[in-house]
């Protein structure tokens, strides 16, 4: 970060600029031309928990508040989504067969012969889309209101969110008959009546999700840039000390939480349209800790770092998991503590304290500062 | 705002204020007063609870018993952020500052302005901000190291920039537990010569250690032993104190 004093960009500065620049031609250009439909809707895949990873950024690498649950806000939305269209499948046509017509089959199954209350407001597009953003804010707030005015940090939101992650696996799980059960909801078909599934289809929805996602860094961005995001990394490092220059710390958890769980949940509806269903297996704690690991590799200070982190370690899973299945978790496991020990800011720290000098000083051709700045460097890490 | 009569307007009366943890009473019905524009130093062996009468007043620790008035307001029943809001501005004893944020940085967030979330959201960082903090950032003798990132500071500069984020939020009372412990002898009368310079038109409340330093500063020492009060006066008076002399300063 080369900002000097009196230059205060709302949004982005010159070199963040570049590397936001570098990752839109990479994900609009690059990818679509290179690869097939095949490989592009898997990068779609990736990229819905590059917005976990993103929100991790402004709460766990700004805010310090490690939660270990953004998979339940990633499943919210997810379900949000999946309810909507899981109803436009389910209409009365594509259901004569069942005892009840015009419930989702699971529903049938499980013997239900009424649409829950709770499943009557998803025949709306408009609510579904309303719902997919305050729902995980509101379930954020929830917690977040109840842990952080009770001084409740670190380590102790850490498991609490690991447990509401648990609870809720538990609860969708249990719950066959409103839920879908450990299959989730399965067998979506239409948006409005335009069919998801086709491989058009797929290109079309992989560029909105690109879209929504540089919608979604410029917000990281602003945050970052405002007197709030110095305000979260102040937080961080002295707490009291924000607390006793007149700040009510709470609300600003609150908040960074709250922003989180917004972007894991836009990521999960996007995953739902992308991949065509929703199961607990994206909620529990495993791909909660996942999440963090890809936001960990990238660099959690790192608002681009976080996404390539996320591309990278999954297109690692998926090549490595292929052939060697057992192994992946272990492979996980030890890239993660590779990275807390030798890498503390993953590769977006890599690049900032290694390479960019070097970038600088051939774009510009000006000296690095005497005092560097990496612990809050912000860059593309190296590809 | 003062309800009620009183002989004398205050800017801070401690009444019978105690604190017990787990049966300790580390504070013991304590009352004093402090004037307006004084400096005030509280004195006292290790564990008198000098340390634990500022937590009271900022809100750090709850009384369990007593009151303390600030301009009228009862600040054992607010909340931290809001004690600061009205006018009382706390320094810990080492030095409390954002070693990642640059020197600007630390001072604009104890600006105090955008202290809500949409607040800071929306904070613009305009001339007034700007030259406030340069005028502080120069008394504070930091102004050429304004872009530096706070933790490569020296000691003595740390602390200087927590007193200088204090400043900015222009408080009515002051307090500063131990502002001169660590530092060098030149740094010392640097920070004697600040002190001086910002009581004007604010009281202080100082915690301190160093005897040259409290002769040079103190308007009146209050010596606080086992979490009561044992003397009260002008330096001179409380060194002339059997009792002082005895617990403390003769050791």
Redesign the interface.
């Known amino acids: 970060m080369t900002a000097k004093v009196n230059d205060n960009p709302r949004f982005v500065n010159r070199s963040e600029l570049l590397g936001i620049l570098i990752l839109a031609a990479f994900l609009v250009v690059v990818l679509p031309l290179m690869t097939d439909v095949f490989w592009l809707n898997l990068v779609a895949k990736y990229l819905t928990y590059s917005f976990v990873a993103l929100g991790l950024v402004i709460c766990w690498g700004y805010g310090g508040i490690l939660s270990l649950g953004q998979g339940v806000f990633f499943g919210l939305g997810g379900y949000c989504m999946a309810m909507f269209l899981k109803l436009e499948a389910s209409s009365v046509a594509n259901t004569k067969i069942q005892s009840t017509p015009g419930i989702p089959d699971f529903m049938d199954w499980n013997q239900i012969t009424a649409l829950p209350w709770f499943w009557q407001p998803f025949h709306s597009l408009t609510f579904t889309i309303i719902a997919i953003i305050v729902v995980p804010a509101l379930f954020a707030f929830i917690i977040g209101a109840a842990m952080f005015k009770r001084r409740v940090g670190g380590t102790y939101f850490a498991i609490i969110t690991q447990a509401i992650a648990a609870i809720m696996t538990i609860l969708i799980v249990g719950q066959q008959g409103y839920t879908g059960g450990i299959n989730g909801i399965t067998d979506l078909r239409t948006l409005k009546g335009w069919d998801i599934r086709p491989d058009h289809a797929k290109v079309i929805l992989y560029f909105v999700e690109v879209g929504l996602l540089f919608v979604c860094i410029m917000i990281a961005q602003f945050i970052r840039h405002s007197k709030l995001g110095r305000i979260l990394v102040a937080m961080r490092e002295k707490e009291d000390r924000v607390r006793f220059s007149g700040y009510s710390v709470a609300n600003f958890k609150v908040f960074a939480f709250c922003v989180a769980s917004i972007f894991a949940a836009i990521g999960g509806a996007m995953f739902t349209l992308n991949v065509g269903f929703m199961s607990p297996s994206f909620v529990g704690i495993v791909p909660s800790i996942e999440m963090v690991i890809f936001t960990a590799v990238g660099g959690r200070l790192s608002i681009l770092g976080a996404i390539y982190g996320t591309l990278l370690v999954n297109y690692a899973k998926s090549s490595l998991s292929d052939s060697f299945p057992e192994l992946w978790l272990f492979g996980l496991g030890a890239l993660f503590i590779a990275v807390v020990m030798a890498f503390p800011n993953g590769l977006a720290g890599i690049w900032s304290d290694h390479i960019q000098p070097y970038v600088d000083r051939l774009i510009s051709g000006r000296k690095p500062k005497s005092w560097s700045d990496s612990s809050v460097a912000d860059g593309a890490p190296a590809e | 705002m003062l309800i009620g009569h009183q002989p004398k307007d205050f800017l801070l009366s401690v009444e019978g204020l105690t604190v017990s943890f787990d049966g300790f009473k580390a504070v013991n019905d304590l009352s004093f007063y402090v004037d307006e524009n004084e400096i005030r130093v509280i004195i006292g062996p290790n564990g008198a609870g000098k340390t634990t009468v500022l937590d009271l007043i ?1 809100g ?1 620790t709850k009384a369990t018993s007593g009151s303390i008035q600030f301009r009228g307001q009862e600040l054992t029943k607010m ?3 809001e004690i ?2 009205a006018g009382v ?2 320094k ?1 004893q080492t030095p ?7 020197v ?3 001072l ?3 600006y ?1 302005k ?4 949409v607040g ?4 613009q ?1 305009d001339a007034a901000v ?1 030259e406030r903090v340069e005028e502080v950032a120069e008394m504070i003798f930091l102004k050429d190291r ?4 706070a ?2 500071l020296s000691h003595g500069q740390k602390q200087w920039l ?1 007193i200088g ?1 204090l400043l900015i ?1 222009d408080p009515e009372l002051l307090m500063l537990d131990e502002p001169v412990a660590g530092m060098s002898v030149s740094e010392r009368v640097k920070t004697a010569e600040l002190l001086n310079r910002i009581i004007k038109d604010r009281s202080v409340l100082v915690i301190e250690h160093d005897m040259k330093f409290v002769e040079d500063i103190a308007h009146k020492v209050t010596v606080l032993h086992q979490g009561k009060i044992l003397s009260e006066g002008s330096m001179e008076a409380v060194q002339k104190d059997p009792k002082v002399i005895e617990v403390y300063l003769g050791h």
Not at chain 2, 146 to 149: A, E, N, S
Request: proline content about 5%.
């Open positions: 900022c750090k909340k931290e952020n600061v809001k501005g706390r810990f409390s500052i954002y070693d990642d944020l640059t600007f940085e630390n604009e967030i104890s105090p955008g202290r809500s979330v800071a959201l929306t904070f960082r700007r304004l872009d530096m990132p933790e490569l927590e984020m939020q």
